[in-house]
């Protein structure tokens, strides 16, 4: 890993002499990502990712972001879009994954208690045995489950 120790480097973070590439609110919001604990990562690889999810706004020069990443502001705009559509589906999801899991687990408890009785059993294996089957595997997905989230 080359560590910061290049003058053009540490002006790709706003340390050097020249103008800083980021505004200070952006800077700011930087520090902890450099600091974080674990991965005391300065190397100008790191330097550039950080330039490159910058925000076109928080930029002095938006011009120079084509310069570090290659793309244009309008590519980044688009991946931008793409982004926030992507973290808004995900906390839809994260959002009823615990009302989820819980109506799964409830499910698939009265399931286990159903097939537990041979009749029933017996009735769904000669009748509907593609039903009985798909029975089986919600309560065999949810036991692994429950023995996932226990370890």
Do not use: W
Not at 4 to 21: E, I, V, Y
Not at 40 to 64: G, Q
Not at 89 to 117: C, H, N, P
Request: with cysteine.
């Amino acid at each position: 890993m080359r560590l910061l120790d290049d003058p053009d480097d540490l002006q790709l973070l706003g340390c050097g002499a020249t103008k800083p590439r980021s505004s200070l609110t952006h800077n700011l919001k930087s520090v902890p990502l450099v600091l974080t604990g674990d991965t005391n990562n300065y190397s100008i690889n790191y330097a550039k990712a950080l330039l490159a999810t910058t925000k076109s706004a928080d930029l002095h020069r938006p011009e120079d972001l084509k310069k570090a990443t290659g793309l244009t502001t309008e590519q980044m705009a688009r991946l931008e879009r793409e982004m926030a559509s992507v973290t808004h589906d995900y906390k839809e999801l994260e959002a009823t994954y615990g009302d989820d899991m819980l109506l799964l687990v409830i499910a698939a408890g009265f399931l286990e208690r159903l097939l537990s009785k041979r009749e029933v059993e017996r009735f769904l294996a000669v009748l509907h045995p593609e039903i009985l089957e798909n029975f089986r595997s919600i309560v065999a997905a949810a036991s692994l489950d429950q023995v996932q989230a226990a370890a």
